[in-house]
């Protein structure tokens, strides 16, 4: 059990709530998923920097009592890449919506995987821009209206978890707001992991893609959540046409390899004491 006061004590709840999500949203379960995994830790605040960049996911460091930046749309990873660069000892967690993180921001994404950058990104997966009006998102399921694809998507939409470990992140795991105990245990996981960890949680938003797609309340959505996800171990036993529209969860990737910030100051010393390859420039 968490005590309330612990929980408490990571937040700026003197100041800046209540927060800015719609009721139902599956954020604010995904803050509480993130604070209860850092005190799981036992991480003290102040070795943590915590990174979003723009939509609803992005407001999240507000509320938090972190070493905390609310950057730019698209360039999260940017700012947290540049923070574990120059201080490594420090925990870097980004937190990102689906747009925000892969679509203006797709280029970084892959090329932190591709470095495999002690970063932990927690990506809020809600199918659609919520904040900035329903725009189709890169993970707009095909079929599923939004503002600007209102007969439908007909775009195919990205699997960020098959996306991270294709361009070389060493972690990958999907949870769901459904499942938050369960996601919370990815996410610590993920922060302990050594290199580019990927937490993919899949969230329900009941004003903006739950309405325009006739979903029913937060709690419906919910239950569909529920209703719809499949272990990664029983889903190798199925059928491709068995798995189409169900959430597949569980850790896809573990692996230790090469983490780039260390290599880098490994690199530069072998440089500045001239042990380095002969080869080298």
């Given at each position: 059990m968490h005590e309330l006061s612990d929980v408490?004590?990571?937040?700026?709840?003197?100041?800046?709530?209540?927060?800015?999500?719609?009721?139902?949203?599956?954020?604010?379960?995904?803050?509480?998923?993130?604070?209860r995994a850092i005190i799981d830790l036992e991480i003290p605040k102040d070795d943590i920097a915590f990174i979003s960049g723009i939509g609803c996911t992005g407001r999240m460091p507000v509320y938090l009592d972190f070493n905390t930046m609310h950057t730019t749309h698209g360039r999260a990873l940017p700012f947290a890449t540049g923070i574990k660069m120059h201080r490594p000892e420090m925990k870097v967690i980004v937190v990102s919506g689906d747009g925000d993180s892969l679509a203006i921001g797709g280029n970084h994404f892959i090329h932190a995987a591709r470095r495999n950058i002690d970063i932990t990104m927690i990506l809020v997966n809600n199918s659609i821009y919520g904040m900035t009006g329903g725009q189709v998102a890169p993970t707009t399921p095909i079929g599923k209206v939004t503002h600007t694809m209102p007969y439908g998507n007909y775009e195919p939409p990205f699997n960020p978890v098959e996306l991270a470990v294709s361009a070389g992140g060493s972690f990958a795991a999907r949870g769901t707001v459904f499942s938050i105990l369960q996601t919370t245990g990815y996410i610590k996981k993920a922060i302990k992991h050594p290199g580019f960890a990927l937490v993919e949680i899949i969230s329900q938003c009941p004003v903006q893609y739950g309405r325009m797609n006739n979903l029913g309340s937060a709690r419906d959505m919910l239950l569909m959540q529920k209703k719809n996800s499949v272990p990664i171990k029983k889903a190798k036993e199925m059928s491709e046409e068995d798995l189409d529209g169900k959430i597949i969860t569980g850790i896809f990737k573990e692996e230790i390899k090469t983490e780039y910030s260390s290599a880098y100051r490994n690199f530069a010393k072998e440089i500045r004491d001239g042990t380095g390859r002969e080869d080298s420039p």
């Amino acid at each position: 059990m968490h005590e309330l006061s612990d929980v408490y004590s990571y937040l700026r709840w003197k100041k800046r709530f209540p927060a800015v999500w719609c009721p139902g949203c599956g954020i604010g379960s995904i803050m509480g998923a993130i604070i209860r995994a850092i005190i799981d830790l036992e991480i003290p605040k102040d070795d943590i920097a915590f990174i979003s960049g723009i939509g609803c996911t992005g407001r999240m460091p507000v509320y938090l009592d972190f070493n905390t930046m609310h950057t730019t749309h698209g360039r999260a990873l940017p700012f947290a890449t540049g923070i574990k660069m120059h201080r490594p000892e420090m925990k870097v967690i980004v937190v990102s919506g689906d747009g925000d993180s892969l679509a203006i921001g797709g280029n970084h994404f892959i090329h932190a995987a591709r470095r495999n950058i002690d970063i932990t990104m927690i990506l809020v997966n809600n199918s659609i821009y919520g904040m900035t009006g329903g725009q189709v998102a890169p993970t707009t399921p095909i079929g599923k209206v939004t503002h600007t694809m209102p007969y439908g998507n007909y775009e195919p939409p990205f699997n960020p978890v098959e996306l991270a470990v294709s361009a070389g992140g060493s972690f990958a795991a999907r949870g769901t707001v459904f499942s938050i105990l369960q996601t919370t245990g990815y996410i610590k996981k993920a922060i302990k992991h050594p290199g580019f960890a990927l937490v993919e949680i899949i969230s329900q938003c009941p004003v903006q893609y739950g309405r325009m797609n006739n979903l029913g309340s937060a709690r419906d959505m919910l239950l569909m959540q529920k209703k719809n996800s499949v272990p990664i171990k029983k889903a190798k036993e199925m059928s491709e046409e068995d798995l189409d529209g169900k959430i597949i969860t569980g850790i896809f990737k573990e692996e230790i390899k090469t983490e780039y910030s260390s290599a880098y100051r490994n690199f530069a010393k072998e440089i500045r004491d001239g042990t380095g390859r002969e080869d080298s420039p």
